[in-house]
């Protein structure tokens, strides 16, 4: 039940812009997204809810079709601070009111200058 | 500013040898994980609780138990070491209904299994 994550990496001049997709096989609540940079922990980014709005950070932002089952990260002009791998976390198990979480298996992505 | 706690950061054991990881959250959440991260694989739970005492097998607990004993604190256990549980291992924490639900995830730790 890991969702797919696609693609699996991209390379990226300063500037230009990215899509990052993630697809589940199963009907979603959530998605979250994660940024992971190189020798720390993730860090959350944004979290859409089943008939929430689209969300935004800063130049990043994310989308959820509800009925495809997929959200699609958008990284604008992107910036050099953007690199990393980025992990998308769909439900998983359960938990009282909530679900923990299944991780794709990140994109990782390079800003160069 | 710190949030969640590893005891290490980086682990050198021996196959056969009894492990412990051990995660400290100040949020006084509710929700704990364990997740280890592999090349290509991504992040992958191990185990999770969601109170004291209490504890959910995730998609991978097989050569691992956990302990949970005060709510700050969650361990992850490895009873005899092998080589393919050498990993970077990510201990994470939340609370649903506080703000965005965001999990947050401590500095994790590499182990090595020799």
């Known amino acids: 039940q890991q969702p797919v994550q696609s693609p699996q990496a991209v390379i990226l001049r300063e500037g230009e812009d990215a899509v990052i997709n993630c697809s589940s096989s199963?009907?979603?609540?959530?998605v979250h997204w994660y940024r992971q940079k190189h020798g720390e922990a993730p860090v959350f980014l944004m979290i859409l809810l089943k008939g929430g709005e689209q969300k935004g950070h800063e130049k990043i932002s994310a989308s959820f079709n509800e009925k495809k089952q997929q959200s699609s990260l958008y990284l604008t002009a992107s910036q050099l601070s953007y690199s990393g791998t980025y992990f998308c976390?769909?439900?998983?198990?359960?938990?009282?009111?909530?679900?923990?979480?299944?991780f794709g298996k990140g994109t990782s992505l390079l800003v160069t200058p | 500013d710190v949030k969640v706690t590893q005891s290490s950061r980086y682990l050198v054991k021996r196959t056969g040898e009894k492990v412990f990881l051990e995660c400290v959250q100040d949020m006084d959440h509710e929700n704990m994980f364990w997740y280890r991260q592999d090349p290509g694989l991504g992040l992958r739970l191990i185990y999770f609780?969601?109170?004291?005492?209490?504890?959910e097998k995730g998609d991978i607990p097989e050569g691992y138990s956990v302990s949970r004993e005060k709510k700050e604190r969650f361990s992850l256990i490895l009873e005899s070491a092998s080589t393919n549980q050498t990993s970077m291992y990510l201990c994470?924490?939340?609370?649903f209904g506080a703000g965005d639900n965001e999990q947050f995830f401590g500095p994790g730790t590499r182990l090595t299994v020799l």
């Open positions: 199963k009907a979603l609540y959530s």
């Open positions: 976390g769909t439900d998983g198990v359960k938990i009282s009111s909530g679900y923990a979480l299944n």
């Open positions: 609780s969601y109170d004291v005492k209490m504890k």
């Open positions: 994470a924490s939340y609370s």
